[in-house]
Structures are given as structure tokens and as C-alpha cells.
């Protein structure tokens, strides 16, 4: 009788904590990652990297993403949840410079397991993509008082050898990152290594696609510059021979100075500017002020650093919306 009861009593014992560790889990957002050994843990600091790792590893990886939607990714603070999450994952996707909580997590926690995008393609410094306004001492061709201190001013976190973080926004440059993702989750899950590839290879084929249709899209317009609300546009700027006009630098929360208001206001005035892009994550009062300066409309251009609180679309969807915005606001035919 006592033989047959300890396995009963261990099995009660074992149910209970199991019970247990099933409400602490429901009770949590942030459960620790590895509940699933089926399938690969994989934490990802934000949309774009999400995207990529649901649409390259299937149903072969469990997704993670630290960013929630609706929330502006730069400043995430992670709280003690996430940090476990982290810690625990297989793999952890994040590009460095971008959300330097995340960066620091990923030092302390994740070691040999993480996989930093921005060591896939050499990322374009702060200033690529924008306006020229003599930096290197040139005289400025438009005789502004003013405005060279003002574009000076703007420039200021390139000088410092800043980088622009948002590679996503150029196709073929994730497709690349897409691809090295493929081999790592191969590294991480060899079983499935073939399936991983043939997933980034679709998605390639799929991001070329989309990128003709911006190069083609793009190819005849009557305007080639467009005012941003922060210089996240660099990448789509260099790949479609666009010009962006940023009222504030690569931190969106950033308050423009008066001088930087002026100098847009004029060369949004000077470029015969229909329209002032806005983003979704961000407040468009600034973007709103200028326009009604100029006499122009504002829309919204989405860096798609993450999704609307609804989640509504995914990549694809986003930038071919972006596309259709940039057509109507550039008069292109």
C-alpha cells in the first residue's frame, strides 16, 4: 500500500506544481520563452524583425516580438518579463543602435545567441538620403541667413558617425538580412535548415518584386523631395533617387528648434511641396504646423518601425500603401 501510494502522492505533487506554473504563465504578458520544445524561440526586438522571422521560419519557430503595436519601439524599456524572455530564447533577433534597452538585455543575457541585423549590410550614416546645403563649407546657392546654422544644427548626430537604423525600408537590403536569417535558424534547428532557405527564398522573391514596383513607381514624378517628420527614410530615399527633408533628425520625439522650422518651412515653400508626411506612431503637430505655413496637406508616410494598435496589414501591405502615397504626393506618373 505504501509502494503503490508514493507514485500517486508524487503525481499529485507533480500536478499541482504544473497547475501552478500554468496560472503564473496565464497571469503574465510576458511568459518565458521555450514553452513550446517543438519549435524554435525566437525573440525579436521589433516589427520588422518579427516579420521576417514569422514569414522565413513557419511554423517551425515560436515569435516573440518586444515591441508591442501601437507603441514607438526607440525608447522601449523592457520590463522584468521581457528581460526572462530574452534570456531564454534560442535566438534573438535585434539591431543594434536601435533600442538601446534591448542592446544592453541582449549583452547581459544572450551571449552567443543573439544575431545583430545591423552586421548583415553596412548601415548608411544619418545624413544619407537628405538635403545638401554646403555641410563641407560650401556657400549656400539660396543666400537663406540662417539656414546653414539651422542644417548644421540637424546634422549634428551624423558628425558624430551616427548610423540610420532603418535598412528595412530598402527591399532588396532585408531580403539580404532575410536571407543570413535563414542560415542562422539553420545553425540554431538543422533538421529544418532546407525549409528555413526555401522560405527566404520566397520572401526574396516576393521583396523584389516590391522593390520594381517602387523603382517603377517612382520613375517619373514632378517632385523628387519629400519633407518627413524625422529623417527615417534615408534607405528608400537612396534606393528610389528620392530627397528627404527631415524636420527633425533619426529621434522622432526630438523638438525641432525655431531655426529648423524655418529652413523646412522654406525649402518645402522652395521644392513646391504638396505634402507633409507624418508618421503613425508619432504626434503630426509639427508636420500639421508646417503645412498649414506652405499651404500644403499632410499624409502619412509609415517608417513601419511597428504596427498601428490594429495591426492592420503587415510589410508588404505598408510599404505598397507607402508607394501609393509617395505617387499621389510627388504628382507621378
Known amino acids: 500500500m505504501t509502494f503503490r501510494s508514493a507514485p500517486r502522492a508524487l503525481a499529485t505533487a507533480t500536478a499541482a506544481l504544473l497547475a501552478l506554473t500554468?496560472?503564473?504563465?496565464?497571469?503574465?504578458?510576458?511568459?518565458?520563452?521555450?514553452?513550446?520544445?517543438?519549435?524554435?524561440?525566437?525573440?525579436?526586438?521589433?516589427?520588422?524583425?518579427?516579420?521576417?522571422?514569422?514569414?522565413?521560419?513557419?511554423?517551425?519557430?515560436?515569435?516573440?516580438?518586444?515591441?508591442r503595436p501601437g507603441a514607438?519601439?526607440?525608447?522601449?524599456?523592457?520590463n522584468p518579463g521581457q528581460v526572462g524572455q530574452i534570456s531564454e530564447a534560442e535566438l534573438v533577433l535585434f539591431l543594434h543602435g536601435f533600442q538601446p534597452a534591448v542592446d544592453e538585455a541582449v549583452e547581459q543575457q544572450a551571449g552567443d545567441r543573439a544575431f545583430d541585423v545591423a552586421t548583415v549590410e553596412p548601415l548608411l550614416d544619418a545624413t544619407a538620403g537628405g538635403h545638401d546645403h554646403g555641410h563641407e563649407g560650401e556657400e549656400d546657392e539660396h543666400g537663406h541667413e540662417g539656414e546653414d546654422h539651422a542644417e548644421e544644427e540637424h546634422a549634428e548626430e551624423a558628425s558624430d558617425g551616427a548610423k540610420d537604423p532603418h535598412v528595412w525600408l530598402d527591399p532588396t537590403r532585408l531580403a539580404t538580412i532575410g536571407d543570413k536569417l535563414a542560415e542562422r535558424l539553420g545553425t540554431v534547428d538543422p533538421d529544418r535548415a532546407g525549409d528555413y532557405t526555401a522560405r527566404a527564398a520566397t520572401l526574396r522573391t516576393e521583396l523584389e518584386k516590391l522593390d520594381t514596383e517602387f523603382a517603377e513607381g517612382l520613375k517619373t514624378c514632378?517632385?523628387?523631395?519629400?519633407?518627413?517628420?524625422?529623417?527615417?527614410?534615408?534607405?528608400?530615399?537612396?534606393?528610389?533617387?528620392?530627397?528627404?527633408?527631415?524636420?527633425t533628425g533619426l529621434t522622432p520625439e526630438d523638438e525641432p528648434s525655431p531655426q529648423r522650422l524655418a529652413a523646412v518651412t522654406e525649402e518645402a515653400r522652395e521644392h513646391q511641396a504638396t505634402t507633409i508626411f507624418f508618421e503613425t506612431l508619432v504626434s503630426p503637430k509639427v508636420a500639421e504646423t508646417i503645412a498649414r505655413e506652405v499651404g500644403a496637406q499632410t499624409a502619412v508616410l509609415d517608417p513601419i518601425e511597428g504596427l498601428s494598435a490594429e495591426g492592420d496589414g503587415d510589410y508588404l501591405s505598408v510599404m505598397r500603401t507607402n508607394l501609393q502615397t509617395l505617387r499621389t504626393a510627388l504628382s507621378c506618373s
Open 72 to 78: 514607438e519601439p526607440h525608447d522601449l524599456e523592457l
Open 22 to 67: 500554468g496560472v503564473t504563465a496565464c497571469s503574465n504578458d510576458d511568459s518565458p520563452a521555450g514553452a513550446d520544445p517543438q519549435r524554435v524561440d525566437v525573440v525579436a526586438g521589433f516589427y520588422p524583425l518579427q516579420f521576417l522571422a514569422e514569414r522565413i521560419g513557419g511554423d517551425a519557430v515560436a515569435v516573440t516580438s518586444l515591441a
Open 222 to 247: 514632378q517632385r523628387r523631395e519629400i519633407v518627413v517628420s524625422h529623417t527615417a527614410f534615408g534607405y528608400l530615399a537612396q534606393k528610389y533617387q528620392l530627397e528627404q527633408i527631415g524636420i
